[in-house]
């Protein structure tokens, strides 16, 4: 039944979504309504595209920049920079806190291109050609982004958190 | 990649992005479903509108006069031939009964008048307009 395929599709790709939109707005919430907005323009033209996975990503990255224009100034004179932080990019787990958050800063201190590829990389599931096609970019380029930033993570985080 | 970049990714596959909320849930539910329900009233409507419209250029291409033919004068054996078939429909047919005329003999009329209009111009194409025999 379609109504069961298009729920089988969020709970495999939603979370992974709802990370990637982040990057354009702070707020889980706003990230959500992109991704909603994002997933029912996928699901009409899902079946026309090669790669739907790709296709979904690449929706959610449109309609965010969409989101972004149309908010911004908004965004900015409501928030003031201020508050977006505060909400975490993972589900809290008790014991591994301290190495979330200390994951969590040094993601956000990637460069935003940097950033895009991870996340597409290791929560999306995507290969870098994939990830090339979403960010219109040369698959090497994703892939040095990719070494660069697992680079820079591994230089900024505490080597207890390595362990 | 080196060991510790390979420690890298591992501390990154084991974090689990947020799980997407209940309002994301409904909220594409309901946006779904109502698309779904539109486009189960609107397709009935529009398939039979590209329908109809379908039918009634096909009739009027079919019933449409074509009297025009591509004439070009053939400079080897100096004197035109038909480049394209000479095209008359029914309704063309019909004005050639009502005009005491068979079909063919408004095929044969119109090839001849194109051999006679054409017997000036020399190595050049030219279009012929048929002229109803009424």
Redesign the interface.
């Given at each position: 039944m379609?109504?069961d395929r298009?729920?089988d599709w969020?709970g495999e790709h939603?979370?992974?979504l709802?990370?990637f939109a982040r990057r354009w707005a702070p707020r889980?919430?706003d990230a959500?309504d992109i991704?909603?907005e994002a997933?029912?323009r996928f699901?009409?033209g899902r079946e026309r595209v090669g790669e739907p996975v790709a296709y979904l990503y690449a929706c959610v990255k449109r309609c965010a920049m969409d989101w972004r224009r149309t908010t911004e100034r908004r965004t900015r004179r409501e928030m003031g920079g201020a508050g977006e932080r505060d909400e975490?990019?993972?589900?809290p787990?008790g014991q591994d806190s301290e190495?979330?958050e200390a994951?969590e800063a040094a993601l956000r201190r990637l460069p935003d291109e940097q950033r895009d590829v991870?996340v597409l990389k290791?929560?999306g599931g995507l290969t870098f050609q994939e990830v090339a096609g979403i960010l219109d970019i040369p698959s090497n380029t994703a892939a040095s982004r990719y070494?660069y930033a697992?680079?820079a993570?591994?230089a900024w985080?505490p080597e207890e958190?390595?362990q | 990649?080196s060991d510790?970049?390979d420690?890298?990714?591992a501390?990154?596959?084991g974090?689990?992005?947020?799980?997407?909320?209940q309002?994301?849930?409904a909220?594409?539910?309901a946006?779904?479903?109502r698309?779904?329900s539109r486009w189960v009233v609107w397709r009935p409507i529009l398939g039979g509108a590209l329908a109809a419209a379908a039918a009634i250029v096909m009739a009027v291409g079919w019933w449409w006069p074509r009297g025009n033919e591509v004439v070009k004068r053939d400079t080897a054996k100096d004197r035109p031939v038909v480049v394209s078939k000479v095209r008359t429909g029914p309704t063309m047919w019909s004005y050639a009964r009502a005009a005491g005329q068979s079909p063919e003999s408004l095929d044969a009329a119109l090839a001849r008048d194109a051999a006679r209009l054409l017997r000036p111009v020399r190595g050049q194409k030219a279009y012929v307009g048929y002229q109803m025999p009424l």
């Open positions: 379609n109504s298009w729920r969020l939603g979370s992974g709802v990370l889980q919430s959500e991704v909603q997933f029912v699901w009409r975490c990019l993972f589900e787990s190495r979330r994951i991870v290791i929560w070494r697992l680079e993570l591994r985080l958190v390595q | 990649m510790e970049t420690r890298i990714e501390e990154l596959l974090l689990r992005p947020r799980e997407v909320s309002r994301l849930r909220g594409l539910a946006e779904l479903d698309r779904a």
